[in-house]
């Protein structure tokens, strides 16, 4: 089993991006490993694309970017058709099929096509497709798993929206049983 | 140690700062480094701290002129074309022998340049900045966790020393998240007879000012600082060394880019090829003495920066140009790839130091 | 022998170096009368400026704190929210608070900073040797301004206090002039109103003080202080142009 996990997760301002890369990073952090946190900044990210790198890691962490990672989510056509080809050879590609109708061309990663969105409309969550999408990841990557979600999220969610944590869970759960 | 949390790198400064004792902050909002005041906006008043958004960044270093005065921790935080307009009031400071902090997350220039990280002020805030002979202790983070304790560690300093201490981030080290334990070292506080604190009739006043009208008392002035400066030289320095032991290519690199060169570093490590790294710390004063030393075993330096080649200057001075130094650089904002560090890496290693 | 007169104890026994016939060695001295009739000495702080009253730390037998050009206001900012029990001034000339500080002024202004503030208007840079000011008048010569003062071409004088008086944040603005005994003596009551109001934490109390620079003006002491009534005065009309607690007092 790999000792760390290069993600970068990739979409539209507003999807929830940065979220679900800190969910990912205090679930880390909880589990008593390296982590770091990248976002990207700035007025691009204003209804533009955003993304963030995010590591997690047995040892200390070297850089924070990036650059090649070993998990892409997708949640807009042009992040996909920006990083597709940034993936480690043998990496997961994770795609919201809802809003990205293009197959992903490599051949060398594996490739999850979840809709995402459409989950999340269809369950009255439609904010949190961001969160079934990791679900998948918690899923699909050897490095993850279901442990500590609740705990994770209770440190993202901000004090004010608690009681959001319950749908927040529902949808990584949702995200983890989609087959 | 307390539970680590994780925290952008703007908010560990800030949160370090408060815990340092700094109970006044002036900022401008200017991103990268917007978190800080945000943060300090949030918190202050409900410490009974002031948080106060100045009308310009000039603004905003006059009143830490003016709290600094009177003798009390107190910071500003901006990004680079902000930080310009701060040089005018750190030289003043400087002038005056005041404490402050003052932080830079520098972002691409020159003018107004960009958003993206850089290294790009690196001469602007080693060399001085603004007018006159002086210099700031600068610190450069390479972590999350060094982003609050160099913050605390800057305070100190200054304190110590009555100058500006500057942490030199990136918009890198400012955004991104990373665990941080804020346990804070408590030390003494220094005496600041010098203060204005009021005379209550009971002293002479105090006077806080740089101007001296007679060129043989203000000579003296910038001779009594550099004494400071040289004393700060051979105390202060601090860096870090990696895999330097068998080294025969030195990587040297500072923030954000240490963090690219590492792992640029152990992936030729992984290859068998001998290369190691200094990270300064302090920038200013400059680890003269470790690099000289590596001077007397590597065949060559890389230095990895965010600019057009400016640490690079005092890495030659350093070495006193005895042995080869090649850059690895980007700038604008783009932040320099591992491979792009590797690959220059085995470059010099193949080269064995011949030019 | 009975001493009659005496320096206030709130200047020091520095010789001033102003010109002679220069009006800031009155109105230092109606500062520091002020200081010592209001037992402050031992709490204030000054914020001294660039320009001729650069040197103003060495006058005040006060604490003091030398600012940049045009930054007093800031300065004067840090250092009050630092310790709200003091009592905190600047002293600013022309230059200094109406043009390179514009920004400082109106921002403290707007905060209702609780500061005074003495700005001396002599219409003139006169430390550097009476270059043109943001005050001086239309038409006046001045080594800048050697054909008169252009208004087409450089501009309009900026009047302080009728331009503070549209900020809300202003508390009290008064202009004074120090040209003859009966306008010292409003001089002084207003200046004494200002530091009054920062003690009672009203806000931003402002003195504008028409003076004097007879060295750059080309005049005698005499005549500069004639030239006050014949000219700065009438563009520059005396009197209280914001006063927000006699407004809610009314």
């Not at chain 1, 924070?64 to 597709?84: C, G, Q, R, T, W």
């Not at chain 2, 790009?120 to 080693?126: C, E, R, W």
Request: charged share 20%.
């Amino acid at each position: 089993m790999a000792n760390s996990c290069n993600l970068l997760f990739a979409g539209f301002g507003g999807q929830g991006i940065l979220f679900a890369g800190k969910f990912l990073a205090y679930k880390g952090l909880i589990e008593n490993k390296q982590v770091s946190w990248l976002p990207s900044y700035g007025p691009e990210m204003r209804g533009g694309t955003a993304n963030c790198s995010v590591i997690i890691s047995d040892d200390p962490i070297g850089s924070p970017i990036v650059s090649k990672p070993d998990v892409l989510v997708a949640m807009n056509l042009p992040s996909l058709e920006k990083y597709e080809n940034d993936v480690v050879a043998g990496g997961k590609i994770f795609v919201d099929s809802t809003l990205i109708n293009k197959k992903v061309e490599r051949t060398d990663v594996d490739v999850y096509y979840i809709p995402a969105t459409k989950i999340a409309n269809d369950n009255g969550t439609p904010t949190l497709a961001n969160m079934i999408i990791t679900g998948k990841v918690l899923k699909e990557v050897e490095f993850f798993s279901m442990d500590n979600t609740d705990a994770a999220l209770k440190k993202v969610v901000s004090a004010r929206h608690l009681d959001l944590l319950d749908v927040n869970f529902g949808a990584v759960k949702a995200g983890y049983d989609f087959e | 140690m307390s539970e680590k949390v994780l925290m952008k790198g703007n908010e560990a400064i800030a949160e370090a700062a408060i815990r340092a004792g700094c109970m006044h902050y002036f900022g401008y909002p200017i991103t990268p480094q917007t978190e800080v005041a945000a943060y300090m906006s949030k918190r202050m008043p409900k410490i009974g701290g002031t948080f106060l958004q100045a009308e310009s960044e000039i603004a905003a270093i006059n009143m830490v002129i003016g709290v600094s005065s009177t003798g009390k921790r107190v910071m500003t935080s901006s990004s680079s074309p902000g930080v310009s307009l701060k040089s005018e009031g750190i030289s003043y400071l400087a002038g005056c022998d005041l404490p402050a902090l003052v932080v830079n997350v520098q972002r691409g220039g020159p003018g107004l340049g960009g958003i993206q990280p850089s290294q790009s002020d690196y001469y602007q805030s080693t060399k001085g900045g603004g007018h006159g002979d002086y210099h700031n202790i600068v610190l450069a983070p390479a972590s999350v966790q060094e982003m609050a304790s160099l913050t605390v560690k800057g305070f100190d300093l200054a304190d110590k020393y009555r100058m500006v201490a500057m942490i030199l981030a990136d918009g890198t080290m400012g955004q991104m998240m990373e665990p941080v334990s804020l346990d804070v070292e408590k030390t003494e506080p220094v005496e600041k007879p010098w203060a204005l604190t009021g005379t209550k009739c009971e002293r002479e006043h105090n006077i806080v000012n740089s101007l001296f009208l007679k060129p043989e008392e203000l000579e003296i002035e910038n001779f009594k600082r550099y004494e400071k400066y040289k004393y700060i030289e051979e105390n202060e320095t601090m860096y870090e060394e990696y895999l330097m032991d068998d080294a025969e290519v030195c990587v040297v690199a500072f923030g954000i880019t240490a963090r690219v060169a590492k792992n640029a570093v152990n992936e030729a490590r992984a290859k068998g090829v001998k290369v190691g790294m200094i990270r300064p710390i302090t920038l200013w004063p400059f680890p003269k003495k470790p690099l000289m030393a590596a001077a007397e075993k590597v065949n060559s330096f890389i230095c990895v920066e965010m600019n057009m080649g400016q640490m690079i200057d005092d890495v030659r001075l350093a070495i006193e140009c005895k042995k080869p130094v090649e850059l690895c650089n980007r700038v604008g904002g783009m932040i320099p790839t591992p491979e792009e560090v590797l690959a220059k890496i085995e470059s010099a290693a193949k080269n064995g130091g011949a030019q | 022998m009975s001493v009659v007169f005496e320096k206030p104890h709130a200047l020091t026994d520095a010789v001033l170096h102003y010109c002679p016939g220069c009006t800031h060695g009155i109105i230092h001295r109606l500062v520091a009368e002020v200081i010592d009739e209001l037992g402050i000495e031992g709490d204030t702080i000054a914020v001294a400026s660039v320009g001729c009253s650069v040197m103003a730390y060495n006058y005040f037998n006060v604490d003091c704190v030398q600012a940049a050009h045009g930054r007093a206001p800031a300065v004067a900012t840090g250092v009050k929210r630092s310790d709200p029990s003091k009592i905190v001034f600047t002293y600013q000339g022309d230059g200094d608070l109406a043009a390179i500080g514009t920004a400082e002024t109106v921002h403290s202004a707007a905060r209702r900073e609780n500061i005074t503030v003495i700005f001396v208007n002599n219409a003139i840079y006169g430390m550097t040797g009476g270059q043109m000011a943001p005050t001086t008048l239309p038409g006046q010569v001045t080594q800048t301004s050697p054909y008169g003062r252009d208004v087409e071409k450089v501009g309009y004088p900026v009047k302080v206090c009728e331009l503070l008086s549209n900020v809300d944040g202003a508390a009290y603005l008064e202009r004074v002039a120090v040209n003859n005994v009966q306008n010292v003596k409003k001089a002084k009551k207003a200046i004494k109103k200002a530091f009054q109001n920062q003690i009672e934490g009203k806000g931003f109390s402002l003195v504008e003080v028409v003076s004097t620079c007879p060295t750059n003006w080309g005049m005698t002491p005499q005549k500069a202080l004639e030239w006050v009534d014949e000219k700065m005065i009438p563009y520059y009309p005396l009197g209280v142009y914001k006063d927000i607690y006699a407004e809610e007092e009314k």
